[in-house]
């Protein structure tokens, strides 16, 4: 059974980095095809970057090119998803993606907010 999960994301500035990784079992990530896919809210998910298989090079979409950078780790059967001078516009829901014998696999996802605001908190005031 293919297992994807993702970690990483959180509140970041405008400007800044985060480190994505895809913990993967059930596939092996160095010898199989694998993405990023992202979904802003209100949005269909887009492709972001991919990995292929062995040695056969990357892509990205043309927004991410420069600033992000797909890798994976033999040793830790991982995925990750270097992201630098994020923008506010990278603000979504990303998305690891295996291709594995015909199938995609996904993970659950992990939110990235890019925002010079800070997340908020909640009072509540009750007698």
């Known amino acids: 059974q293919v297992q994807l999960k993702e970690s990483g994301g959180g509140l970041v500035q405008p400007g800044g980095s985060l480190k994505l990784s895809c913990a993967a079992s059930g596939i092996t990530v160095v010898t199989s095809r694998m993405s990023w896919f992202r979904q802003a809210p209100g949005k269909q998910r887009e492709f972001v970057a991919r990995?292929?298989?062995?040695?056969?090079?990357?892509s990205y979409v043309d927004s991410v090119k420069g600033r992000f950078t797909i890798s994976r780790s033999y040793a830790e059967n991982t995925l990750y998803l270097q992201m630098n001078s994020l923008e506010p516009e990278d603000t979504g829901t990303y998305y690891c993606?295996?291709?594995?014998?015909?199938?995609?696999?996904w993970g659950q996802g992990t939110q990235v907010t890019v925002s010079s605001w800070g997340q908020g908190t909640q009072v509540t005031v009750s007698s």
């Open positions: 993606n295996g291709f594995y014998r015909g199938t995609q696999h």
């Open positions: 990995i292929g298989p062995g040695g056969s090079g990357t």
